[in-house]
């Protein structure tokens, strides 16, 4: 199981910010990256339809070997999280939780701004999961769904992106946050913008904590791998006129092992 690899998996192409902050802190781990690319975005669809996506985006990691999953869409994380780690026996992480760690330990005014899509900030996701790591900050949830859009068009320093942000983020400066989560792949690109607008407050990026916390499963589990050659291996479910593109823009450097699947359907066990 040390040999196997690292199974990531997202609704598009936006979890490969979590792929960089992986390879990061784990350089020598073996990476799959699913991004189901054909049914995106999984933020408008049901609660039923993303709990059966995302079983089946696990079972296609599991079934190339998959010793640890992380789950990079948030709408997933958001409602498919226990469920997934009910349906399969390996160990199955999700965005959420990290980023709410590190929002509690950097927050010292006692309220912290989140910032999502629409499914993600609407679930109550993130309130259950600050309530249920014990925080007392009085969170303030907003979503941003036109930030995607414009990251994905690589406006990110664009008028129209500041004075977009501007509209979304200047409640959050009224209520005096000083920690601000970014709660979706596509946002940390947006920061230098973001930064403008909200000045010196604290800034989670909840990818980059999914990071450290797979690190710290990984020895606990023993579960690492020592002499890894570091691959990343990327799988699309349907590939758009500029997905290399986009996709270069979230992973940071070019994307070469990638290919074109189509997932098996999978039920939820009885």
């Keep these: 199981m040390r040999e196997s ?134 969170i303030l949830g907003k979503s941003c769904p036109l930030f995607v859009p414009l990251v994905e068009e690589g406006w990110l320093d664009h008028e129209v992106t500041t004075l ?21 792949t596509h946002y940390p690109l947006l920061l230098r913008t973001i930064r403008k607008i909200m000045g010196n407050i604290n800034y989670v990026d909840a990818s980059a904590e999914v990071g450290t916390e797979l690190a710290q499963g990984l020895k606990k589990r023993d579960l690492q791998n020592p002499g890894g050659k570091g691959s990343t291996s990327i799988y699309l479910t349907d590939l758009s006129i500029n997905y290399k593109e986009i996709g270069e823009r979230f992973l940071g450097e070019p994307m070469k092992n990638f290919s074109r699947v189509s997932l098996k359907s999978r039920e939820m066990k009885k």
Excluded at 164 to 176: I, Q, S, T, W
């Design 164 to 184: 977009v942000a501007r509209e979304y983020l200047e409640p959050f400066k009224k209520d005096n946050i000083d920690t601000l989560l970014l709660g979706c």
């Design 5 to 138: 690899p690292i199974g990531i998996f997202d609704s598009g192409i936006g979890g490969l910010t979590v792929v960089k902050a992986v390879r990061q802190i784990l350089p020598k781990e073996d990476i799959i990256y699913l991004g189901d690319t054909a049914r995106l975005p999984y933020g408008s669809k049901s609660t039923e339809a993303i709990i059966q996506f995302s079983i089946e985006d696990t079972q296609f990691l599991v079934d190339r070997g998959a010793k640890y999953v992380v789950i990079a869409c948030y709408s997933s994380a958001s409602v498919a999280l226990d469920i997934i780690r009910k349906e399969f026996s390996i160990p199955v992480i999700g965005v959420i939780r990290p980023g709410v760690r590190r929002a509690m330990q950097v927050a010292k005014s006692g309220k912290i701004g989140v910032i999502g899509t629409s499914l993600t900030i609407y679930s109550g996701g993130y309130e259950k999961a600050f309530k249920e790591e014990g925080a007392e900050a009085e």
